[in-house]
């Protein structure tokens, strides 16, 4: 009785043993599914992560649709390098400019038949009081030009005055031969024309010989005309004309920068409200004109940037 006692009781100590042995192998693999558990949601959080990020980015570049800029015939170098770049890096982004002139560039975003109104000027008072925001991008200067025959090579801001107001009328009071001045200027509403006689103080003075309408046809006209003398924005200057200095100063991004060649204007794209409140795609394409690489590009047409 004795002996199937103990025998009973060896058995029982042995489950016992074997249940505990289970028991604990249990609880390691409970330990190392929480581990896994907790592994696996570490990394999803990671993967979740990374794809807001990845999210974000696309979004980024996910802008569609399209922009209008109308205005400054001054600013078409400006503004057709800045769409093409512009489109380059937003591929399903449309930039559609028009260049009729500041004033209906800024009439145009006023209206809201724009998104923005390109001006080679500053917004005048009432313009600004129909909530039209001024955006200045860049510093252009406007150059003096004349046909490449012209003996003259500098002009002082004095005789430049004279020329356009139809005091003095032959070049040969200006260190040119015997030879009458054709007076060539742009049309009323021309920014260009604007900023020229504001900063010369010659609003509603000047005795223009042809007032035309594009900054390309008084290149073409001075170009072509004996005698002739015109203004037109920096960027677009050629060997076609030649260019005057100013009281013995060329006309050049450095001098302008410098303040000591005086005859300089603002290049401003006009919105409706401040930047901020404008569609994405504006907002995106303002952003990249502050950017260095806009920057760069401002100063790849001859221009310098506004800040």
């Not at 009785?1 to 074997?18: C, D, P, Q, W």
């Not at 145009?108 to 039209?132: C, F, H, P, Q, W």
């Amino acid at each position: 009785m004795k002996k199937n006692m103990m025998k009973t009781l060896a058995i029982t100590g042995l489950t016992i043993l074997a249940m505990g042995a289970l028991a604990g192998c249990g609880s390691q693999n409970a330990e190392t599914k929480a581990a896994d558990t907790t592994t696996t949601a570490a990394a999803a959080n990671d993967t979740t992560a990374a794809g807001s990020t990845a999210g974000t980015e696309a979004a980024k570049g996910d802008l569609k649709g399209s922009i209008s800029m109308v205005g400054s015939t001054s600013m078409e170098k400006f503004a057709t390098a800045l769409g093409e770049v512009f489109m380059e890096k937003y591929p399903s982004v449309t930039v559609q400019t028009e260049f009729v002139g500041s004033g209906a560039g800024i009439e145009a975003v006023g209206n809201g038949s724009a998104d923005i109104g390109n001006s080679s000027r500053n917004l005048k008072d009432e313009e600004k009081a129909k909530g039209i925001n001024e955006n200045i991008v860049a510093i252009d200067g406007i150059a003096v030009v004349t046909d490449s025959k012209n003996a003259a090579e500098n002009l002082t801001k004095d005789q430049l005055i004279n020329i356009y107001n139809g005091t003095t009328n032959n070049w040969k009071d200006l260190g040119g031969a015997d030879q009458p001045i054709v007076v060539i200027g742009r049309e009323s509403g021309s920014g260009t024309r604007t900023a020229f006689e504001e900063l010369l103080k010659l609003e509603n003075k000047c005795k223009y010989s042809n007032e035309l309408d594009s900054t390309g046809a008084v290149m073409a006209k001075v170009a072509s005309t004996p005698g002739a003398i015109g203004y037109v924005s920096l960027d677009v200057l050629d060997d076609t004309v030649k260019t005057l200095k100013l009281e013995n100063t060329d006309p050049t991004p450095e001098n302008i920068k410098a303040g000591s060649y005086f005859l300089s204007r603002p290049f401003v794209m006009a919105t409706k409200g401040e930047i901020s409140a404008q569609n994405e795609n504006v907002k995106a394409l303002f952003d990249f004109i502050y950017s260095d690489e806009g920057k760069e590009l401002v100063k790849s047409v001859g221009l310098i940037p506004a800040n």
